[in-house]
């Protein structure tokens, strides 16, 4: 099994604050997904990084994929409540995919 | 444009009863998946599908059952509830494994 770990699990910062969440494992995946997740729906895929090294940028939000491509980091810059939710990242390898356990993002007006 | 849909959204089964959770996606994917996420954590694959015909196990299989006899529906059988099976199912489809869309999720509670 490819373990995730996510850090930190749990997140409250005011509007306008930046904020950097952790997803590290010991394994090599072939792609890692992040997704965000709110209350009651299913997850929603926010970006795909396939190389490693790969900086991807989404408005407010980069991604990076880990030149050994074991681990990723997603930094949102000016957080607005709208970004309140769940963000997992999930790891793909072998037509599977693991996910981490999550980080629950409370962004306060 | 509906992409994945699942049904029922909620249910309550008895320990012991057994029922299909239906799973259908419209984008011609090969990819599809089966989750189960208890609350406050991340997503656990039960099963998953590369194409018609073909199935896997993933990290929780036990307790449950899938068959993928056609592109578009993944149904999960549930044989024997028990009360650790109570939990939010997603299911989830994909061109590759460099991405998924997720259905709705049906929320199941076994008492």
């Known amino acids: 099994t490819q373990l995730l770990e996510q850090s930190p699990q749990f997140l409250s910062i005011q509007e306008g604050e930046n904020l950097t969440v952790y997803c590290n494992s010991s394994?090599?995946?072939?792609?890692l997904q992040w997704y965000r997740q709110e209350p009651g729906e299913g997850p929603v895929l926010l970006v795909t990084?396939?190389?490693?090294?790969e900086v991807k940028k989404l408005k407010r939000l980069t991604f990076q994929f880990g030149d050994a491509r074991k681990d990723s980091s997603l930094h949102i810059t000016a957080a607005q409540p709208g970004d309140t939710g769940l963000y997992l990242c999930?790891?793909?390898?072998?037509?599977?995919?693991?996910f981490g356990s999550g980080t629950k993002l409370n962004v306060k007006p | 444009n509906a992409g994945v849909t699942q049904t029922p959204k909620f249910r309550i089964l008895k320990i012991g009863q057994s029922m299909t959770l239906q799973c259908t996606q419209d984008?011609?994917?090969?990819?599809m998946y089966w989750y189960r996420q208890d609350p406050g954590m991340g997503l656990k694959l039960i099963y998953y599908?590369?194409?018609?015909?073909?199935?896997d196990k993933g990290e929780v299989p036990n307790g449950y059952n899938v068959s993928r006899s056609t592109t578009e529906d993944f149904p999960l059988r549930l044989e024997l509830a028990a009360p650790s099976q109570t939990s939010v199912y997603f299911c989830?489809?994909?061109?590759?494994?460099?991405?998924?869309?997720f259905g709705p999720g049906t929320r199941l509670t076994v008492t």
């Open positions: 394994s090599v995946f072939s792609s």
């Open positions: 989830a489809s994909g061109h590759k494994t460099y991405e998924q869309y």
């Open positions: 984008m011609n994917h090969n990819y």
């Open positions: 990084v396939v190389t490693g090294g």
């Open positions: 999930a790891g793909a390898w072998r037509d599977k995919f693991y």
């Open positions: 599908s590369v194409g018609a015909g073909i199935t």
